[in-house]
Structures are given as structure tokens and as C-alpha cells.
């Protein structure tokens, strides 16, 4: 009897920690905010990013991921290509959670979206692609095709005015095609992450959903 009760006391014992575990599926989003500065022009792979948790990560009505835990991660991918072959791009993959109790587990998950509606997008890689253009280029090329307009007409009249604005946007196209454009995620931006694959966090770190 003594046998039995202490085989069946260890097995309870052994089933704990399972009891105490939970998987975030993939598809659940984590909205983080991310709390330092990126950018094409200053970052570099292999680069530090950290960000905290906006809401609360639920699986199953338990709150596994609370509001305010820390996301850190690293930068995978960072191109400031000319305009005439792509856009900047910035990739991102976060690392590890911690927790507000100081828990911390592995946390793999993609990027899906930002809360930036500048132009900006994400691709199905998850990898962060800047504007490729703006309204300071439309100004340049205004700027250009005026000036060309201008020294058109001091040259050959209406005629020359036009010929002049088309040369003008022209120079201003090639130029601006032939510039490089920077991608920037300013501290502050949300990021919204998506899991990647089941991830194991304690659920007594967590509430009820209903609360």
C-alpha cells in the first residue's frame, strides 16, 4: 500500500511542471512596442532590438503573455538599396520573453504588420520595407521640372518651356531613382508579431481572461 501511495505521489509530483506549461499556438499575435530607434543608416545584423508587450497574449481564456513584458530580439536583415532596385528593408526576429515576475522563455514569431501608415509595408518574408517615396521627392521633382520650364522658355519661348520642364523631370527622375532611401522604426512604433510556432510559457504567470 506504502508502494503504491508513494508511486502514485511521485508521478503527481512528476505531472506538475506539465500542468504548469502552456503553448501559445502559431497565429497568435503579440503586439509589442518597440522602445528603441531602427533605421537602415545606423543599424547593422546581428543588432540589438527591445520592445514591451501592448496587450495581453492569451491561449485558451489564460492570460500567458501580460501587458508590459519585455520582447527582445535581434535585427537579421538590413539593405539600403538604390530606389531603382528596391526598397530599404529591415528584418526582425524576436528572441526570448520576459515576463513582469522575471520568467523568461524563447519566443519565435514573424512579422506581420506596424502601426506606421506611411507607405511603408511588410512582406511575406516579415521583413520591414520602408516608402519609396515621398513628398519630399514629389517636391523635388516639381522643383526640377520648374526650373526646367524655366530656363525653357528664357531659351526657345512656350515650345522651349515645355521641352525644358520634360528634361527637367527627367534629370529629377534619374536622380532621384539613383538616390538611396532609408527605412527608419522610430521608438514607439507597435509591432505586430505573429507566433511561428508553439511556444511554452507558464501559465501561473498569467490570469484569467475573464477578469
Do not use: C
Amino acid at each position: 500500500m506504502k508502494k503504491r501511495m508513494a508511486l502514485l505521489l511521485a508521478t503527481a509530483l512528476l505531472s506538475l511542471p506539465a500542468l504548469a506549461q502552456s503553448a501559445l499556438s502559431p497565429g497568435t499575435p503579440v503586439y509589442i512596442k518597440l522602445q528603441s530607434t531602427l533605421a537602415t543608416f545606423m543599424n547593422k545584423s546581428g543588432d540589438q532590438f527591445w520592445g514591451t508587450v501592448t496587450q495581453p497574449v492569451m491561449e485558451s481564456g489564460k492570460v500567458l503573455i501580460p501587458s508590459g513584458a519585455t520582447v527582445v530580439g535581434h535585427i537579421t536583415k538590413i539593405s539600403e538599396p538604390r530606389r531603382i532596385t528596391g526598397k530599404p528593408t529591415i528584418g526582425l526576429h524576436p528572441d526570448s520573453v520576459t515576463l513582469p515576475n522575471g520568467a523568461k522563455y524563447a519566443l519565435s514569431a514573424v512579422l506581420v504588420d506596424t502601426s506606421l501608415r506611411d507607405g511603408s509595408d511588410v512582406n511575406e518574408e516579415g521583413q520591414f520595407k520602408g516608402s519609396g517615396h515621398d513628398r519630399r521627392d514629389t517636391r523635388e521633382t516639381a522643383i526640377g521640372g520648374g526650373a526646367g520650364l524655366v530656363m525653357g522658355a528664357l531659351m526657345g519661348g512656350a515650345e522651349g518651356g515645355l521641352i525644358g520642364a520634360g528634361v527637367g523631370a527627367g534629370a529629377t527622375m534619374a536622380h532621384w531613382l539613383y538616390k538611396r532611401r532609408s527605412a527608419t522604426l522610430a521608438a514607439g512604433t507597435v509591432l505586430i508579431f505573429e507566433v511561428s510556432r508553439p511556444t511554452v510559457v507558464s501559465a501561473s504567470s498569467g490570469t484569467s481572461g475573464a477578469e
